[in-house]
């Protein structure tokens, strides 16, 4: 693995998790999953259109302010239904 990012919210990220990595002595491992796979792939396009996230709510999240710094914003909470 490379440790960066190709956008800076992805780089600091990447820079975070090394930090900890490194302070607490972890040896994580990562493996590569198949999309198919992956019932998290899904939701993460935005695709609500599968049986198991038929019901699912969408969620705008406030973050704290210091995430600022990796060019993360903060907006208002709301929630949306996702299905179209």
């Known amino acids: 693995m490379r440790a960066d990012g190709a956008t800076g919210i992805a780089m600091g ?11 607490l002595g972890l040896l994580p491992w990562f493996r590569r999953v198949p999309s198919i796979s992956n019932p998290a792939d899904d939701a993460s396009r935005l695709n ?3 049986p198991w996230l038929a019901n699912a ?4 999240v406030v973050l ?6 990796w060019g993360i914003q903060a907006g208002a909470p ?3 239904d996702c299905k179209t």
């Open 64 to 69: 704290p302010e210091h995430l600022s710094q």
């Open 48 to 50: 609500f259109q599968v």
């Open 13 to 23: 990220i990447t820079k975070e998790f090394v930090k900890y990595e490194k302070l």
């Open 57 to 60: 709510k969408h969620r705008h």
């Open 78 to 80: 709301e929630t949306n």
